[in-house]
Each structure stands twice: as structure tokens, then as C-alpha cells.
């Protein structure tokens, strides 16, 4: 193997290492006094039972789903064939899941400690609060990326060596057995943001009606027994949730690009694997990158920008990573590479990857557009809040419905774009380009909850108003770096999706065949598979409702029944609150989970490949497109409400927080709430895990419900046709062994009893006898015939 | 021609005689006194001046579109070959679109005729009442079903005649030159669907807004400015709008069986024309089974189930068209058909048409069911409410989507049985089963708003309670049906689509091409087809918002400025708020149905008939789901509103009207309007005119931006080859003039010259070559060619 194998895991350790000196030096940082340090106590306490009760779980899940999976991985043969398969692929599911749950584990962990240090720090200056904020930040970024690359590229490297016994099949088998880290990395993914989505939201919203509303204390008020659980949300939903989504589309993303690639056959410097590894090694140097560009997001004093910061931080190290691609591209890639029919140079593979930071960016700049104070649409629902609570929904629902239009030509775009330059390993490597700066998006996503929370400490902890106020200016720039991370996560999740489309195509479908939308059953398929996002977005939106119910009813409680907390004479059962958000969104996130994992076994071991590929298109798109609807809406109520904060006019006349226009706006963020934090991102990893889990069972349903008709099954393979493929019925049987080629080798009697056998049509075995001269000796097909009818050659 | 051709028109013309003695009937009855009069008149006056205004922009339109249809009609040719069409379509589009019109117009005289005399007859019974309102509604019933039948079925024996001279063309072009009739029909349907909704919808919040909620007064007081507006709404957009939706449903779903029975050969005694004929009988007897089962709708007594008496003729009229249609299946077609590579028999497509009825009805079902007051999910609505208006909002969304799910998958159950049993051809006369009894359907659905009507004289009228009870009961009634009408609707439109889905590919594909969703292409094609009624929707929901405004304003103004008005001492001017609804529905109706119509242009003449394809598959099953989602979540709001003014249970408390959870329910309600009567239908008619459009252009568009490689190129028909079809890029060449065959009558010379003008390959030209002796004369491929090679036969 060339040495550059190892550069991919090297880079991740690289991540690693330097994720371990940062975390450790925003440990050193000063926690702050007494106070402070029980309440960041509280929150670190119920972040990690929530943990713990997520991973007691997801264990029982784990073992069975890998157990599962080890049995089908010893199923080798199909049709007499070798399937690419082994019982190792439990192993990296389990690794998968393990590294997952570990990267949500170092983000928790750092952001839990970030939050009170951010808060201490911001007693000094803003630049010192940045500082240690986005530093807690960078170490989630690092960690999940590391730990992907590291995963990905270490557990190839093992995987070639087990399966080196099998020749030419070694490289396939490895990445058909190292899509078992995929799934266990995407399935971790869906119950951390799932149910992270349904914890934070059903803390926030039951503490707002309860203590906001009926009791007229601010937010985060120490005397709200639910504060404490709406700090936890924010860890467990912005933090563990965002990063295990990311980390899941990372090494999809990797992985995707290494099934498209392993098609493409090469004559390299890297024993053919090129096109296999260049994604590892892009994504690694966007680690190094990454890094570098932490270095540019800091300010000077008081008054400096801190999303000009992070701007540039995060613009240096996407244009580092692509001038770098630049290079690793022409070191690697031959001149001229071919995939399924699609022919492409090495620089065709660099102007995809091009396409796809291209298509990140605007997708990011649209949703911030959607969803920024001040810009036309946040304007419009503020607008439509002076007249009531019901033209807030209005508006808010057609801001979300109108912001798809522009992604959604952008991502058309690019897809065909990138499937001009590359193909399909274009659609792929664009998406791969596009996540290769994972590390640098998710430090500044996993920034604003820290930031979130160092102001509610300082609130809680009762602070002077100066330190609220700078923890105020990273919690604002945070809340527009949630809604682009938004825009790149769902830009991501979407491209993923089809690049792990293509790969699936590839395995499960025969080369010729397709996936024809205009066959009735692939048409059901695209309408089942579009309508799951709207049942899973319902369950996960009457989750959040369910859970703050008990949350309300909570809260109610212990105002009633604990004297003196009103007058912080007695302190609130904040740990009760934190075990009931727990319960619930443990509870909840069961039923949408299971619909993503179930769906695809079912279609595709009952319906076959070409039904679940339009299942998977119709998820995706109808995905998309809620995703995006759902998070914008939600992001542009939220800001719209927070319009109200500061004052805005509408017709000339001013209106502030507790007017009637400004309850109508919270009318609009209370419904958001779980659009834009719930269910909106969990569409993210609705259509990945669909993808990923089509891909992992690619091999297994080949074949299945194959419709061919006797005319495009005798097409297969060129114009060598192979009679009696298809049995009597048109459907697909036995492909092989009845072709006319055998015939030359058989003898009169034997090609009948083949025709027979197989069902071949009376005019079929008729043309098959013909090529018999009297004496029953092989003379090959009658000339006239290959010119006249359609089916014998 | 068999004399059965005519049945179709003939029972049209018994369908409208029909209706010319019930609209008589209506007409003759007692139109109440002079007050009741002078209130019935200002609102047909206003729904008379809103059809005109409507008429005068569709007249621009309709003369635009009909000249370049007539001009594109002209083309005769592409490659050198006929392409069935002619300038005649034009005529076929403004007839269908001077009859969608003369459609909605009866339905709107008699329905603004009925709702007095309703008002009138329920000063004596609920009996009268009922027999005056529902015979208004089945004057439009048949008023739509009747012209559809004649002017399809007329028009088609007119175009047979005059393309007489075309020998085995005639056929083809008569049905091609009818699309114009559908198309002309869906165009003024949208226009009519959507200006409707929007003008119902703005008048109603509008009158709310400042009545009910601003000066307390009832609805439908004769003193809110409003409220003749609002009552207009009712015709314009639950009549007309309805009627127009249907007339158009009906057409294209009868049409698109039509095209695709032409493509079946057959030998019967209706000159091969059986599978065309087919449908339009099928439709013609629908008309007459529902005039037998108006005769159920009848109750006894003050204390009868007006409901039952409905559903009575409902399943009476559809029992007995599928009896007949057993029938008529058995007498006309015979016993074994084809359609692309799929035989059925007879009997299977009368199965077909069972499993229409069974869509339909199950459709309707699961529809009542999420809307009904009483039933789970209006009650999970309620109690929702309690907690407030962001709750009663979440509630509702989650009600919407989840409801999506049942339908979905019997859609999906449906296209794949009904393909089953019949092919393609199965699918689309399941749709035409479904419509056949389209009369009594609409008769039902135009039942409610004329009792809406009714009651809203009455209340206008103060007359006595009594009477306002028994409208209020037909008005009840007429609110479940319109719901179970919404389901059916779509899930009619679904099938169209569908239907005419499949008719696009049959024109304007190559046989043996593919719609391809795993080709990028044709994915981003799906994308942004599934995007467009998401941003359809937002255009709407925004129109009502923006013209709602507009009405509130000029109600406070007249408040304002007309002194009197509360006290009944001055009228207010209610033909001011008739035209701001006027004018703002024509306007807010434009940009929406530019981009049905011209979004299936711009894609199929740019990028083809296969980006086309992914574009209408996405659309469909978007605007299903957006259809499905915002109709239920709609009623399942308004009725959880309706359930307060009778008093609900929540938590063991009673609530009524006024109480806080009536508050946030009425917020739900606002919201869910535009929903339900705007954007949500508008979804039918958005995706059946985006296939129809699709469908007429088809053959101007066959060959544009296909993609085809080589291989699968030069495999079409069969395994005829048909070599240098494609480019040396792989592109799509002219596919005609260079096949092997050809070269049986060229010189060696003249196969030479093809070769290398088609960008034959070198072995592709070698091979060519090889079929010539050395004397140059042609003695074909040479066999160990035609075993060994994929390319060159």
C-alpha cells in the first residue's frame, strides 16, 4: 500500500492532538465564584444523565442492530455469487456508534465547562469571552472531525488487510464492510438530534409558558425549576445533537465518495485507489485548515465585530482547503478518469469540488437572509404581528415556504454542475469538498449554545448588567450562525443523500437497468417516501408538545407545593425538571427513529431496489424541502420576536416586549421553537440514515422485485443478448448460463432443454434451433435473422 | 364510425336537459321577501361583477395562449416527420375554455338563485330546505359533468372528421388537438381556484377581523361592510372555484385515458377504438346514475339525517356506475389488451375501475375523519388550545401532516393495483372510474355553500332562530362534505396527473427511454418540481394576507367615517369591499399561475422531455402532500373552533365561546383558512395543468437534451441497432437515416458518408464496412460479428 493511506488517519490524530490542548487549556480557564460554579454544576450534571440515559439505550439498540448485522454479513452467496459482505461489518458498526456517541461526549464535556468559564471571562473583556467560547467550540469541531477521519481511515487501513486474501475483491469488500461505521456513526446521529431536539425544546418552551408567562419572571431566573433543564436543552440539542448530525454527514459524505470511487478504474501512483482516497485526504487537510483558520477569529476590544471574526476565520479556512484541493487533485488523480459512461479529467474532479463550497456558501448566505433581523422577510412578520397572533403564523409559514426557492435552484444547480464536471463522482467529491471544513462550521455552530449558556449563568448568578451584555453580543452573532449552520448542514445532508443514491444504484441495481420514475411502483415509492418527512416532522413536533406539558405541569407543581421560592427562600427540584425533559425525549424520539430505519428494510426486502431508490429520492426531496421550510420559518419568527426586544415600528408607530404585536410574535417563536430545533435538522438525518441504510443492504436486495420486461431483460449487457433470462412471465430470473454464447458449447438438445427450462418464448427457442445446422452441429446465429428480429441476437 | 361514439355526447346533452328543469324548478321557487331579495341580489350582483372582472383578464389570456398554440400547431414537422398536431388545437383550447367558464357561470346563477330560496323554504321545513339547496348544487353538478362529456365527446367526432383524410393518423391527431380542450379548461380552473380562494378567503378574514373580533358584532350582521363580500366568497370560490377544479379534473382524467387507450391495438366492434370510447361511456352513464341518485337525497322529517340522505345518493349513483361499468366493460372491449409490454384482460380493467372507486372512497374517509368535530384529532386540537395560541398552532400542523399518511399510502396501493391489473392504461381509467360520478359529487359539494349562504340571509335578515337552526344544520352537514370533497379532489387529481403523466411519456419519449431519478439531471428536475408548490402555496397564503389587509382597512373606514352603520341607520357601502376583493384576487392570482403554466415550458424546451418528467413526478407528490397536509390541517382547525361555540371538555373544565382556549382556537382557524380554501386545493389544479401543459407540448419536445450514451442509444427498438444514432460524445444524434437496415440500400460509399457524418466510431465504421463484399455489394453483418460485439447490430 502507498504511504499516503496513512496521511487521512495522521491528520485525524493531528485533529485530535490539538483538541486535546485546547480543551485543556479552557479547563485551566477560571470557572468563576462559588455560585457560578454550582449552577455550571447543575447543567453539567443533567447534560451528562441525559447521556447516560441515551447511551443505556442506545446499547440495547447497538447490540441488537449489530448482531443483526453480523448474521447478514455471513450471508456470502446470492445467486451462487460472492456478495462483498462479512461479519467484521458489525464491528464497524459498532465502532461507528461508539465514536459517535464519544465525539457528542467531548463536545457535552467541553461545553459544559465553556459556558461558566465564557461567563467568568466576560466579567473582563468581550475578546477574553470570545476567546474561551469559541475555543469550547473548536474543540467539538476537532473532536468530530478527528474522530471521523481517524475512524474512517484507520478502520480502512485494518479492513484491506483482513480482507487481503481476496484478491480483487479486497478494496471493495473493505468499503462494502466499512459502510457499518456509516450506519453506526448516521443511527447515533438520528437519536442525539432527535432526541436532543425533543429535550431542548421541550425545556425551553415549558419553562418560557410557565415562568415567562405565568409567573412574569425573565428567562432564565433562578427561581424557575425549569432553568436549569432549558440550560441542559441547549448542550444536549445545539451541541451533542449539531455534532452528532455533522459527524454522521462527515463520514457519509467520505464514504459515499469511496463507494463512487472504488467504480472507477485507474492506472495511478496509488495502486488505483486514487479516486477512493482523495476524499480522506481532502477532508484531513480540511482539519489542518480548519485549524489555521481559528486563528483568525478573534477581535481587538469592545466594539470589534465578532461575526466579522468568525467570518473570516471561516472563509480563510474554506479557501485554503479548496486552493489545497487544487494541488491533491493533480498530485493524485490520473489525467483522465471514466465512471458508469461519464468520462472526466482531474480537473473536472476539482471544479466539482469547487461547485460544492460554492453551493455551501449560498446556502448559508440564503438562509441567513431568511431568518437575519432586519432583512425584508423578518420585517414582513413583524409587520403581520400588529394584527394578531394568526398573521404571525401566516407570515412565518410563507417566509419558510419561500425560502426553499433559491436553495432549491442552487442545489439543482449544482448537482447538475458537479454531474457535468465529474459525474456521479462529481455529485460526491462536491459534497465531500463542501464538508471537508466540518471541523471550522461546527466550532462556530457549537460557539453560540456556549455563549447561550454563559448568559443564563450570568443571569442566574445574578451578574452586573455589562456581563450579560457581552455574553448578549456572542449569543446574537451565535443565533445567526445557528441559522447558516442550518443552511450547510441541510446543503450537506442533501448532496450526501445523493451521492449515497449513486453508490447505492451501483451495488444494488444491474448496469443497464433503471430506476424509472414512471413505472407505477417506483412512483409509490416516491409518494411513501415523500410523505415520511411530514409524519416524522408531526411526531417530532407533538413530542416537544407532549414533553412540555410535563414540563408545565412540573413547574406548576413546585411553584405550589415549595414554599418560598418566589423570594429565592427556597431553591427549586431543578433536577426533577431535568429528569422529566430526559424521560420524555428518550421516550419520543423512538417512533420517528424506528420509521427511518424500518421503511427501507421493508420496501427493499419486499419490493426490491427500484421501489426503495424512488423511496429514497421522494424522501429526499420532500426532506429537503421541509428542512428547509421548517428551520427558516422557525429561525425567522425567533428573530422576529427578538425585533421586539429592541423596539420596532410598524406604520409609524413603536411597539416593545409586552405589547400586543410583540405576544403575537412570541405566538410565532413558541411554534418555531420545535420547527427550527426539532424536527427541521432531524430531516438532516431522516434522509442520510434512509440513504445509508439502502446502501447497507444494497447487496442483499439485488434482484429483488425486479420488473424487467422480457425485451429490456434480454438487452442486458450490450447487444449480447441472453435468451431465456426472463421466465415465462417477463419476470427477471436466473441471469446467466442460458446465453447464446453457451449454446456454442452445447449441443443440439442440451440448448433446448436450456430454452425449456428458462421459458424462452416458442419463437426464441425456435431461432435457438437455428443455429444448428441438420446434423445438430453449432453453426452460429442465420444472418437474416440478426437483421430482422428484435429479439433473437 | 359505430354509432357508440355518440352515446358519450348524447348522454351529456340528457345530463344538461336535466339540469335545465332543476335549475327551472330552483328559479320558480319563493325567493322571500323584499329585504331577503334586495340582500340576495348585492351578493349576485357581486359574484356576477367578480366572474366579469375574471373574465376580462382570462379573455386576454385565453386570445394570447390560443395564438400561439394555433401557431405552434403549425409545425408540422420535426426530423422530417408528422407530428400530429394542427392550429385546430387552439379552437379545442378556447372552447374548453369558454365551457370551463359557461361551467362555472351555471353553478354560480343558480347558486346565487338557490341560497334565498333555501333561506325561504327553511321558514317551513328542514325538508324544503334541504330539497332547494341540494337541487341548486346538482344543477351544477350536472351543468360541469354534462358540457365535459358533450364537448369532449362532440369535439372528438368533429376532429375525427376533419383529420378524416390522415388514414392511420386520423386517430392520433383528433386526440392530440383535443389536449387543447383540456388545457383550455384546467387554464381558466386555475385562474378560477385560485382567484376564488383568494377572494373568499380575504373577504372572510377580512370580515372577521374588524367585525367579530374589533366591533363584537355577529357574523354575517347585515352592519359589517364585509359581510356581503364574504357571502360573494362563498359562490366564488367554493362554486365556481369547485366547479371549475372538477370540470377540469374531469376532463383531463377522461382525455388522458383516451391517449393512452389510442396506443392500445386492438381488434373489437367499435373500429379498434374500444379503449378510447371506453372512458367518455363510462363518464356519460356516471352522469346518469347520478341523477337516479339525487332521488335518495330526501329526508322525512325535521329530526332526519340530512347526512345520511347524502351519503345515501352518494353511494347509491357510485354503487351503480361500477355495476354498469362491469357491463359496459364487457360489451365493448375485448377479451385480451396490450399497452407498452403489459397484457390485461378485460375483466382486469374493470377491476381497475374498482379499485378508483375504492381510492376514492377511502380518500373521503380518512378526510372526514381528521376533520370531523369529535373525532381524535380535532379533539387532541382542542385541547391543545387550552395552553394557547402556540399550542392550538402545533396541534393543527401536527393534525396536517400526520393526516397525510393513510392517503398517502392508498394512493400508492392504488397506482400499483391499478397498474397491476391494467398497466398504465389501468392507472388512468381508475381515475376516470373514480370521477364518473363527478356530478353528484359537486352536487354535494355545492350543496354546503349554498346553505352557507342561506344562512348567512337569514342572519342578515334577523329572521327567526328556527330558520337559522335548520340552515345552520345543512350548513354543518355542508362543512363535512366539503371536507370529504377536499379528499376526493385530490386524490382525483393525484390520478389525472398520473394519468397524464403517463400519456407526456408515451408522446414524447422514445420507446425503450427512461425517466431516470438516478440520472442528476432528472433529480434536479424532481427538486425543483417538488419546491414549486411550496412557493405556490406561499403566494397564495400571502395574497389572502395582503387582500385581507386591504379589507380591513376599508371596514374600519367605513366604520369610521359613516356614522350610523351600528345603529342600522345607514347602509354601509358594500360594493366597496366587493371590489377591493375583486380587484385583489384578479391581481394576487397572476404569479402564481405564471408559474404553472410557464415553468413546464421553460424546463421541457431547455432540458427536455426527461428533466420535464422528474419535474412533474416532483411536483405531484409535493402538491399532494402540501394538498393533503394544509386541507385537513385547515378543517381539523375550523372545526376545533366550531366544537367551542357548542362547549368542550378540557382537563374536566367546560370552555365556550370567548373563553381563552376559543381565543387561540380562532387564531388556529385564521390561519387554517387560506390553508383550506386557498392554497390548499389550489394544489390539484397546480399539478394537473403542469402535466397537461407538459402533455400538449410533448411532441414539440421529443429528443431535447436527451442524455442517452451510446450503448443504451444505439439498443433502442429492440435490439435493432441503429448505429452512428448517436454522437461521438455520447449525445443524442438524429436517431433516424443510419441504422443497419439502411445500408441494405446504399453503397458502400453512401454507409461510409453516414458513418462519418453521424460521428460513427472507428469500429463502428470498420464494422459497417465489413458488411460489404468486396465488390462493394451489401451482403450484411457477418456472424461472428454479431455474437462477439455490442455495438455493431
Redesign the interface.
Known sequence: MHSIIYLAPILGIVGLIVMAIKSAWVSKQDAGDANMQELAGYIAKGAMAFLKAEWKVLGIFVVFAGALLAYSGTIHEVNGKPIHSSWIISIAFVIGAVFSATAGYIGMKVATKANVRTTQAARTSLKQALKVSFTGGTVMGLGVAGLAVLGLGGLFIVFLNIFSDLGADTVKTAIEVLTGFSLGAESIALFARVGGGIYTKAADVGAD?VGK?EAGIPEDDVRNPATIADNVGDNVGDVAGMGADLFGSYVATILATMVLGQEITVQDNFGGMSPILLPMVICGLGILFSIVGTWFVRIKDEKSSVQNALNLGNWSSIILTVIASYFVVNFMLPENLSLR?VEFTKMDVFFAIVVGSVVGAIMSIVTEYYTAMGKAPVLSIIR?SA?????N???G???G??S??IP??T???G??A???FAG?YG?AIAAAGMMATTAMQLAIDAFGPIADNAGGIAEMSQLPPEVRERTDNLDAVGNTTAATGKGFAIASAALTS?AL??AF?GIAMPE?Q?????K?????????G??IP??F??LC??A??KAA?DM?EEVRRQFREIPGIMEYKAKPEYEKCVAISTKASIREMMMPGAIALITPLIVGFIFGPEVL??LL??VT??G??MGI?QSNAGGAWDNAKKSFEKGVEINGEMFYKKSEPHKAS???D??GD?FKDTSGPSMNILIKLMSIVSLVIAPYISGIGSTA????C??K?????EMGCCDKD?AHAEMSGCD??KC?DMTKEECAAMCDKNGCSAEQREKCMKMYDKDGKYI?????D??T?????
Chains 1, 2 share one sequence.
Open positions: 409558558l408567562v459512461n403581520q394584527t394578531g397572533h394568526a398573521t403564523i401566516i407570515g409559514l410563507a417566509v415556504m419561500k426553499t426557492v432549491i435552484i442545489l439543482a444547480a448537482i447538475m458537479s454531474y457535468y456521479l455529485v445523493l443514491f449513486a444504484v443497464n433503471h430506476i424509472d420514475i414512471y407505477a411502483n417506483v412512483l409509490a415509492g416516491l409518494f411513501i415523500g410523505m411530514f409524519i416532522s408531526a413536533i407533538q416537544v408538545g406539558m408545565v431508490g424512488g429520492a421522494g426531496v420532500s429537503v424541502l421550510f412570541v405566538t410565532g413558541t411554534v420545535p420486461t422480457e425485451k429490456e434480454c438487452m449487457d450490450g447487444a449480447k443478448t417477463g447464446m454464447d456454442a452460429g446465429p442465420v444472418a437474416s440478426t437483421n428480429d428484435s429479439t433473437a441476437n
